[in-house]
């Protein structure tokens, strides 16, 4: 019998879609310690903070006085959740890392038990924006790599937002053995033209993305938003979960912080991509096309950027 | 058989349209944590010029904050036309906010009798500034924050006095066109009479907007939205607007992006503020 067969078919996700005081890391952390609180009286196996979620996304220079080591934003989490539980928990959370002087969007998956905290996971955003209203690369560095990572629960990735809106991303992720991905994120929102159909049309394509992409390769998608107003850019939350066959459990507020709660089934993967087995074509078939020399890949081996 | 035909639609030419329950719900959302949330104030003061900006402002206000907590002001120039006075009348008497008006022909009057040569457009500027002097002063004794009431269109057109219709510190509208502003309106009940007449600044006898900008809103608002996504001349040609009418808008948005920003800062160091030291309003 292998090893996933052995895993928990079931997992219990709460998505704490915070609404954070600009810049006030403790304060925001002693509100999501309130918020594990309340979700101890029914503990979930995997809890999910958006992109920022305990500082604030548009962060400009402030960035520097806020950044953390993400073995310190592990701890943190970990001492939040055992405050409130003595269960056993993964967290996964966005936030701005400080790895030794290189400053990082990122975010981390953590295992937390009585006994401490142990680090799954880290993963750097790979695509910063840096257009329009965006403008991280003028203060943070790019990550390298997409990883993907084992949980108790099956093989994980973790997208940061725009991460997540190059198609090839959650691909090269399901590619890997990914059969959730998780996506913090903190997105303004914008278009009240009504092409949202009664959301604001960056809500609506948000989520259509992230149902096409959980349909095409039979994955859970786990999206965490960032909501309040940072400088009248209102951060539109709609945290959301969405099945394997691209249907959209829940969905939390745009514009309040709160909790969205899943249960996911991780049988439905096998059997989504039983039904629509695009992943193993494309396994089959993705030599051919990233083996192009029309491609404008570089030929060899990358070091630098191997992280 | 004549098979069916499907055809994409021409390019758009018309003004920007807009969800407007949509469009309140997010604008209330915005006045709330703006000011309850970040600022700890629950007031907010608004100037009531009579005209359908100010009017969805405090509209929108009411709902965010609650009537007793919105403070309508009416601020007449001796020149200003009495309807303007009875106009903003009709706001308060839908919303029962509370309303003072302040007449401050004295206030302008006292500067202007110092510069008998003043033009219309200067002493526009001086009754404009003076009416944010008294929203400014009216705010700090009531513990309440100015609420800014200048929509998109007049933003880019620059056609506004600086420091003075864009210096209050919110301003919920400030990202709708004119003409969502209107469908705003009717979805918010804003009495018809001001939705129906012709915007004016009420800065000289007879003014309207239209006839000093030389071309209607809804024409401004639809040329305005093509030319804020990138569109060519060329292309907005193609969309059956006139070259007056595309040369106009794009020559008052080209003359007045200064308008939109602080004051120019000469940059002399490596912490220059707002250059090198970056931090962001909320922080």
């Known amino acids: 019998m292998s090893s996933r067969s052995e895993a928990p078919f079931r997992l219990r996700v709460a998505i704490l879609q915070t609404k954070p005081s600009k810049g006030e890391y403790a304060r925001n952390l002693g509100g999501a310690r309130e918020a594990f609180a309340q979700l101890a009286g029914d503990p979930p196996d995997l809890v999910v903070l ?8 548009f962060l400009e220079g402030a960035v520097y006085d806020l950044a953390l080591p993400a073995p310190r934003f592990a701890r943190d989490l970990s001492d939040a959740w055992r405050s409130a539980s003595s269960k056993p928990v993964d967290i996964a959370a966005g936030f701005f890392e400080n790895d030794a002087g290189t400053y990082y969007n990122s975010a981390v998956y953590v295992h937390v038990d009585p006994n401490g905290e142990r680090i799954a996971h880290l993963h750097r955003k790979m695509f910063l924006p840096t257009y329009g209203v965006f403008d991280e690369e003028r203060f943070l560095s790019r990550g390298h790599k997409l990883g993907v990572f084992e949980t108790r629960f099956g093989r994980m990735a973790l997208l940061v937002c725009e991460d997540s809106w190059h198609s090839i991303v959650p691909t090269v992720a399901a590619i890997k053995g990914a059969r959730i991905l998780i996506v913090p994120s903190a997105s303004p929102g914008r278009g009240i033209e009504g092409e949202g159909e009664g959301e604001l049309e960056s809500v609506a394509r948000w989520r259509e993305m992230l149902r096409m992409v959980a349909l095409e390769h039979g994955v ?11 400088g009248g850019k209102g951060m539109s939350g709609s945290s959301c979960v969405i099945d394997p066959r691209g249907r959209v459990l829940v969905q939390g507020s745009a514009t309040e912080a709160c909790i969205v709660r899943a249960d996911l089934d991780l049988r439905e993967i096998d059997l989504a991509r039983a039904t629509l087995p695009l992943l193993g074509d494309l396994a089959a078939v993705l030599p051919d096309l990233l083996l192009d020399d029309e491609l404008p890949l570089p030929r060899g081996r990358r070091d630098a950027a191997d992280l | 058989m004549t098979l069916q035909i499907f055809e994409s639609a021409a390019p758009a030419a018309a003004a920007p349209s807009i969800d407007p329950a949509l469009a309140t719900e997010w604008l209330v959302a915005f006045l709330r944590d703006e000011l309850i949330g970040r600022r700890a104030i629950r007031r907010a003061v608004i100037g009531l010029s009579g ?4 009017a969805v402002t405090a509209f929108l206000c009411v709902r965010a904050l609650g009537a007793e907590n919105v403070y ?4 007449p120039y001796k020149t200003s036309h009495p309807s303007s006075l009875a106009d903003a ?3 308060v008497d839908a919303l029962h906010i509370a309303c003072r008006t302040i007449d401050i022909s004295s206030a302008v009057d006292g500067y202007l009798q110092m510069e008998p040569d003043a033009d219309a457009r200067r002493r526009g500027n001086v009754m404009a500034r003076m009416r944010m002097v008294v929203l400014f002063d009216q705010s700090a004794k009531l513990d309440a924050l100015p609420i800014g009431t200048g929509n998109k269109t007049e933003r880019l057109l620059g056609y506004f006095t600086w420091h003075a219709d864009d210096s209050p510190p919110l301003n919920p509208i400030g990202d709708l066109f004119k003409s969502q502003v209107w469908d705003l309106a009717r979805y918010l009940g804003v009495p018809e009479r001001l939705i129906e007449k012709a915007p004016t600044a009420d800065l000289q006898v007879d003014q309207t907007d239209e006839a000093d900008l030389g071309i209607s809103y809804a024409r401004a608002d639809a040329i305005l939205a093509q030319l804020l996504l990138g569109y060519s001349d060329a292309q907005l040609l193609e969309r059956g607007f006139t070259g007056e009418e595309i040369a106009l808008v794009r ?5 007045t992006h200064w308008k939109r920003h602080l004051p120019t800062t000469a940059m002399l160091t490596s912490t220059a503020i707002n250059e090198f030291y970056l931090r962001p309003v909320d922080y």
Do not use: H, K, M, N
């Not at chain 1, 958006?50 to 996304?57: I, N, Q, R, S």
């Not at chain 2, 005209?51 to 100010?54: H, Q």
């Open chain 2, 89 to 91: 009348q009709l706001v």
């Open chain 1, 220 to 230: 859970y998608v786990i999206y965490a938003g960032l909501t309040g107003f940072e």
């Open chain 2, 51 to 54: 005209g359908v900006d100010s």
């Open chain 2, 72 to 75: 309508g002001f009416r601020l």
């Open chain 2, 251 to 255: 020559r008052r948005v080209d003359a």
């Open chain 1, 50 to 57: 958006p992109e920022g979620g305990l500082t604030g996304y």
